[in-house]
């Protein structure tokens, strides 16, 4: 496995691309909580050893190599929130916590036994799908782009995940997890606010909120 460091680059180069962002430095630089300078020397180490496309540009882009040890690193990470969250009974920000420190320190065999041990899951406990045992749910939406209607929560974003978990335990307390059916019943015309019911709440989300929240529409 990759170095503490470089594996927190590429877990998050993954992220973002799953999320459909273009990842650059800055951004790196933001979701990391680092400074420019030290990501270009974090992405020069992963240039010299392979893990970086050389023809991206500005845009950062993994080679072969370097996109199956960032799905190797999810994989680890979404495993170890299912044992916390399944086995341990920690809530889902906590697990999330508990589980980038812990993804590091665990070999490829007591993976193996704990993704077998817990019933080969599909896929987190926001939702995400494992990589290397499952895909994403096909036809699903962000929320924010569903307008009015019927649709089942699918995941949570990996953005709230990590740069928001405020907004991660805000989901959580209501119930907007994946399963959870809701229907948006009114999206204001000025600030774009949603109205939504779900678990039998009324709530009312921002834009930013809707767009973290994956749906299938019904």
Do not use: F
Not at 168 to 189: C, F, I, K, M, W
């Amino acid at each position: 496995m990759p170095s503490e460091v470089i594996s927190r680059y590429l877990e998050a180069i993954y992220y973002m691309r799953a999320e459909g962002e273009t990842v650059t430095n800055a951004r790196l630089a933001e979701w990391l909580g680092v400074s420019r300078p030290t990501v270009t020397a974090g992405l020069r180490r992963m240039a010299r050893d392979g893990l970086l496309r050389a023809d991206a540009g500005k845009e950062v882009l993994l080679t072969a190599e370097g996109d199956d040890k960032a799905a190797a690193i999810v994989r680890r990470h979404r495993i170890m929130e299912r044992w916390l969250t399944d086995a341990l009974g920690l809530d889902w920000v906590v697990a999330d916590e508990e589980a980038a420190r812990l993804e590091h320190a665990i070999s490829d065999l007591v993976e193996q036994r704990l993704y077998e041990a817990l019933g080969r899951p599909a896929s987190c406990p926001h939702g995400n799908p494992i990589p290397g045992h499952s895909e994403p749910v096909a036809g699903e939406v962000r929320l924010a782009a569903l307008g009015t209607g019927r649709a089942t929560v699918t995941r949570i974003s990996e953005v709230a995940e990590r740069e928001a978990p405020s907004l991660l335990q805000y989901l959580h307390e209501r119930n907007l997890v994946p399963g959870t059916a809701l229907a948006v019943t009114e999206v204001d015309s000025v600030g774009r606010n949603l109205r939504v019911v779900a678990a039998g709440r009324d709530l009312t989300l921002s834009q930013e909120t809707a767009g973290k929240v994956w749906v299938l529409p019904d």
